[in-house]
């Protein structure tokens, strides 16, 4: 697999947040390696910028279980966001 792309966006990432990730989980200066940069995600895969496959395993921890980009599941947020975009006072949701 090639991760050119990735390595020279974790080196850019390194420069504006410490440790060039958003977590302390994936801090991989710990660990040796480089972060994959996710592009884009569907089903049960998700795509890193050098255009690799990966199987998602993690799943978000239990919020992505219908996969990523589920069509009902996007259905219901676009037919929801048309009417309910950043309510912010008591709702009946």
Known sequence: MLYQRSSALF???????????????????????????????????????DGNRFIDYINSWGPMLLGHAFPPVVDAVIEKSKTRNFIWDANSY
């Open 11 to 49: 080196k850019e990432a390194q420069k504006v947040i410490p440790g060039g990730v958003n977590s302390p989980v994936r801090a991989f200066s710990a660990v040796g390696g480089t972060p994959i940069f996710a592009k884009s995600a569907k089903g049960a895969y998700v795509y890193d910028e």
